[in-house]
């Protein structure tokens, strides 16, 4: 079975500071990918990531930014938090292209800011 | 127009029902398509994917595709309450590595 874990499950953060946001997967996926759900607005794509060191924005790429270092890990980066950000943040993986496109999610972490 | 569309509000189906939903997408070179089940709280669960025109079932559940008319629809037989969820559609387009997500139809079983 895929599996994608996120760091942390609930999260509250001050207005200003920087967070980070782990997920990791263990299917030697090639692509990687961070949303944001908020109720009416559905699941919106922040970043994406085709391959180790590789990044590509998505929808809504504005206060965030996004690291991959190893092929298994893809980090969130939020510089300064602030409260609009205040949201449900999703990790997905899935196989390359051509493989299977079906993208597989992690648990999900809440991230409060005050 | 935007790309993937749930139109229906909130479905209530008695147990033992069939559950109908559908998903309509504007981009007609879209090549992959999936259903996901999402838990209040908890992140979406893929349960069905199509890539070819006609039915797929799985166990309770059967997909049907239909690319001339640029649907996809997910049946739920013999409904249950642990069948209460919101169920995304999504859409993979050719050349394009992104799914586009519809917003999602609220399904509640009733007992």
């Known amino acids: 079975d895929v599996k994608v874990t996120q760091s942390s499950r609930y999260l509250v953060k001050r207005t200003g500071e920087k967070v980070f946001l782990e997920c990791v997967q263990d299917?030697?996926?090639?692509?990687m990918f961070w949303y944001r759900q908020d109720p009416g607005l559905g699941l919106r794509l922040i970043y994406f990531s085709y391959d180790v060191k590789m990044k590509e924005k998505g929808d809504i790429p504005e206060g965030y930014s996004v690291s991959r270092e190893k092929k298994e890990r893809f980090s969130l980066i939020l510089e300064s938090a602030s409260t609009n950000q205040t949201s449900m943040y999703l990790c997905a993986s899935s196989p390359p292209s051509g493989t299977s496109d079906e993208q597989y999610f992690g648990p999900g972490t809440r991230l409060t800011v005050t | 127009q935007k790309e993937v569309e749930q139109n229906s509000g909130p479905l209530s189906v008695p147990e033992g029902a069939i559950a109908s939903l559908n998903c309509t997408y504007s981009d007609r070179v879209s090549q992959s398509f999936f259903w996901y089940r999402q838990y209040s709280g908890k992140s979406p669960e893929l349960i069905m994917s199509i890539y070819s025109n006609g039915d797929k079932e799985d166990g309770r559940f059967t997909a049907q595709l239909n690319k001339a008319s640029q649907y996809v629809s997910l049946l739920i037989r013999d409904s249950q309450p642990s069948d209460s969820a919101t169920y995304l559609c999504a859409v993979l387009t050719y050349g394009n590595n992104r799914l586009a997500f519809g917003k999602g139809n609220q399904v509640v079983v009733i007992p």
């Open positions: 299917m030697d996926h090639e692509n």
